[in-house]
């Protein structure tokens, strides 16, 4: 179900992690971006929920993901701690006052001290308690806004209030045993933890206005049945909706045109079910084996390998002799039998794949990244040349993976008008239009076209030798910088110049992704 949400999203599938020995129903997305996100899920979510409850809760879960509200609720934990410290630091001093002042037998100077000990504790604790209820208030209404944005995105309204219903319904309902819950107690799905004062420190709607919100028409029963396995005709229903490889691949070339493209652009952060379905059905179409591997460390490496084995022999020979000296031999092993289904998979699956192998990716340790990394260099730079996939793949694959093991100076926006970086725009509008383009006058078209909807009509197209991919590689690092609103401006004069020609090319979908993933605008999959 992550998967499918990430592949409908654009981004690779968060980290997936079970709290084994919580019976409760719960869940959380953990991170500060779309890029080092994490999604826990309790046992009894796993046990307890159907598919489309379990659907609606991982739906809910990417909401708080594009929305933000990670980010918002680690530096929520940061501040209240922080003023928690202040009432320490003050009980600290009031406690080694009162010993110090044993030992000497004199008062001279306490009553200074014991002021300041006595005043930074009320500062502290009365901070932390008033933070804490403004805390709940705030996630309150981020938790109707993220139970909102799952309807949205699976247009199935039963599958999260079945979740709600369940919660209710269930002994242990969505609480979470873990001493370590009442910090995090904001980033549940549901109400983690009971307490003081329980209607102004809850972090979480009460169930009941959660549910009448998504269903007006609710009896207001709790499902307390036990979980049955699926019905026959969900079951039935959801072979129905799966297609075939083959219908997908038909689906895909009958649908991607320009509308397509630009379709995708606008569902940047809000993917619809049309999406989530396509993701379903294409992970279900993908051979077991590339799936498989793709979801463990040393396969995963093995499906990248595999991805930019080139097609001439001679060049091939050259990559494979070098895997064979420089990969692990476990890596190399999986590799060799995985090259005849990779050799198979239609391109419209190369994306998805990547996406599914990042997880595993970084597993890694940092000497296993680096060698890796390396190997990619050399396989790419085999043939002497580096092909608009091959630059694709690195920059989906670095923008994810590189802050994972080492330390990276966060990209802060300093642009906000997209005249400030005109050169950039011009760079990547060109590599955009000669992408989708065969010829010089029908790429100046597609250029112009972009530019026009930017309000830089002065612009003209650069000659194929005026570009360069360290020259774009510099560009897109200086259009990162722009604020989130332009950066999707951007992205959208780049789909209308794939659109131009009403046709999209598979290298067009590859480039366009990785110019989202650089500018932390997950793109959904265009179909």
Same mark, same amino acid.
Request: proline share 5%; net charge neutral; charged share 20%.
């Given at each position: 179900?992550?998967?499918?949400?990430?592949?409908?999203?654009?981004?690779?599938?968060?980290?997936?992690?079970?709290?084994?020995?919580?019976?409760?129903?719960?869940?959380?997305?953990?991170?500060?971006?779309?890029?080092?996100?994490?999604?826990?899920?309790?046992?009894?979510?796993?046990? #307890?929920?159907? /598919?489309?409850?379990?659907?609606?809760?991982?739906?809910?879960?990417?909401?708080?993901?594009?929305?933000?509200?990670?980010?918002? !609720?680690? /530096?929520?934990?940061?501040?209240?701690?922080?003023?928690?410290?202040?009432?320490?630091?003050?009980?600290?001093?009031?406690?080694?006052?009162?010993?110090?002042?044993?030992?000497?037998?004199?008062?001279?100077?306490?009553?200074?001290?014991?002021?300041?000990?006595?005043?930074?504790?009320?500062?502290?604790?009365?901070?932390?308690?008033?933070?804490?209820?403004?805390?709940?208030?705030?996630?309150?209404?981020?938790?109707?806004?993220?139970?909102?944005?799952?309807?949205?995105?699976?247009?199935?309204?039963?599958?999260?209030?079945?979740?709600?219903?369940?919660?209710?319904?269930?002994?242990?309902?969505?609480?979470?045993?873990?001493?370590?819950?009442?910090?995090?107690?904001?980033?549940?799905?549901? #109400?983690?933890?009971?307490?003081?004062?329980?209607?102004?420190?809850?972090?979480?709607?009460?169930?009941?206005? /959660?549910?009448?919100?998504?269903?007006?028409?609710?009896?207001?029963?709790?499902?307390?049945?036990?979980?049955?396995?699926?019905?026959?005709?969900?079951?039935?229903?959801?072979?129905?909706?799966?297609?075939?490889?083959?219908?997908?691949?038909?689906?895909?070339?009958?649908?991607?045109?320009?509308?397509?493209?630009?379709?995708?652009?606008?569902?940047?952060?809000?993917?619809?079910?049309?999406?989530?379905?396509?993701?379903?059905?294409?992970?279900?179409?993908?051979?077991?084996?590339?799936?498989?591997?793709?979801?463990?460390?040393?396969?995963?490496?093995?499906?990248?390998?595999?991805?930019?084995?080139?097609?001439? !022999?001679?060049?091939?020979?050259?990559?494979?002799?070098?895997?064979?000296?420089?990969?692990?031999?476990?890596?190399?092993?999986?590799?060799?039998?995985?090259?005849?289904?990779?050799?198979?998979?239609?391109?419209?699956?190369?994306?998805?794949?990547?996406?599914?192998?990042?997880?595993?990716?970084?597993?890694?340790?940092?000497?296993?990244?680096?060698?890796?990394?390396?190997?990619?260099?050399?396989?790419?730079?085999?043939?002497?040349?580096?092909?608009?996939?091959?630059?694709?793949?690195?920059?989906?694959?670095? !923008?994810?993976?590189?802050?994972?093991?080492?330390?990276?100076?966060?990209?802060?926006?300093?642009?906000?008008?997209?005249?400030?970086?005109?050169?950039?725009?011009?760079?990547?509008?060109?590599?955009?239009?000669?992408?989708?383009?065969?010829?010089?006058?029908?790429?100046?078209?597609?250029?112009?076209?972009?530019?026009?909807?930017?309000?830089?009509?002065?612009?003209?197209?650069?000659?194929? !030798?005026?570009?360069?991919?360290?020259?774009?590689?510099?560009?897109?690092?200086?259009?990162?910088?722009? /604020?989130?609103?332009?950066?999707?401006?951007?992205?959208?004069?780049?789909?209308?110049?794939?659109?131009?020609?009403?046709?999209?090319?598979?290298?067009?979908?590859?480039?366009?992704?990785?110019?989202?993933?650089?500018?932390?605008?997950?793109?959904?999959?265009?179909?």
């Amino acid at each position: 179900v992550v998967e499918e949400m990430a592949i409908a999203s654009g981004i690779p599938a968060p980290p997936v992690y079970l709290l084994a020995e919580e019976p409760g129903i719960n869940a959380f997305a953990a991170g500060f971006s779309p890029r080092d996100a994490v999604i826990g899920v309790t046992q009894g979510t796993i046990d #307890q929920l159907s /598919r489309d409850q379990l659907q609606g809760v991982i739906a809910h879960e990417f909401s708080h993901i594009f929305n933000g509200d990670m980010r918002l !609720n680690i /530096r929520l934990m940061g501040i209240l701690n922080g003023i928690l410290v202040i009432g320490i630091i003050g009980y600290y001093i009031l406690y080694s006052a009162s010993f110090s002042r044993r030992g000497r037998g004199s008062d001279k100077g306490a009553g200074g001290i014991l002021a300041l000990a006595i005043g930074l504790m009320v500062i502290g604790f009365a901070g932390t308690f008033f933070g804490g209820l403004i805390k709940a208030a705030v996630s309150r209404q981020r938790e109707y806004l993220a139970d909102a944005s799952a309807v949205q995105f699976t247009r199935n309204p039963d599958g999260i209030a079945g979740a709600l219903k369940r919660i209710g319904g269930l002994e242990f309902g969505s609480k979470v045993e873990n001493p370590g819950a009442p910090e995090v107690s904001h980033a549940f799905f549901a #109400q983690g933890i009971s307490g003081f004062m329980q209607s102004l420190s809850a972090t979480h709607p009460p169930l009941a206005k /959660r549910i009448l919100r998504i269903d007006p028409h609710w009896d207001g029963e709790f499902d307390a049945s036990d979980k049955t396995e699926l019905p026959q005709e969900e079951e039935e229903a959801g072979k129905k909706e799966t297609m075939t490889r083959e219908e997908l691949a038909k689906k895909v070339a009958a649908v991607v045109t320009g509308a397509a493209v630009m379709t995708a652009i606008d569902q940047i952060g809000n993917p619809k079910q049309e999406t989530i379905d396509y993701a379903h059905s294409l992970i279900a179409s993908l051979p077991t084996v590339i799936i498989e591997a793709a979801r463990e460390p040393y396969g995963a490496r093995a499906v990248i390998y595999s991805l930019l084995l080139d097609e001439g !022999n001679a060049v091939r020979a050259k990559q494979l002799q070098h895997l064979r000296d420089h990969a692990d031999a476990d890596v190399y092993a999986v590799m060799r039998t995985l090259i005849p289904e990779i050799a198979e998979l239609d391109r419209q699956y190369r994306l998805p794949v990547i996406d599914i192998a990042i997880p595993a990716l970084k597993q890694l340790s940092l000497s296993q990244y680096q060698s890796f990394r390396d190997n990619l260099g050399a396989l790419i730079e085999m043939d002497g040349r580096v092909d608009l996939f091959e630059w694709s793949l690195q920059k989906i694959l670095f !923008n994810h993976l590189d802050g994972q093991f080492f330390k990276l100076t966060p990209v802060k926006a300093r642009y906000s008008d997209v005249r400030q970086l005109k050169k950039e725009i011009r760079l990547i509008l060109s590599v955009m239009a000669y992408a989708g383009q065969q010829n010089q006058g029908d790429a100046a078209k597609a250029f112009a076209a972009a530019v026009a909807t930017l309000a830089l009509s002065e612009q003209k197209i650069l000659a194929k !030798n005026e570009i360069s991919l360290s020259g774009l590689d510099l560009a897109l690092k200086k259009l990162a910088k722009l /604020r989130p609103l332009v950066k999707q401006k951007i992205l959208k004069a780049c789909a209308v110049s794939v659109a131009h020609d009403q046709q999209v090319s598979p290298v067009e979908v590859e480039i366009l992704r990785a110019f989202s993933d650089v500018l932390d605008c997950p793109m959904p999959p265009v179909i």
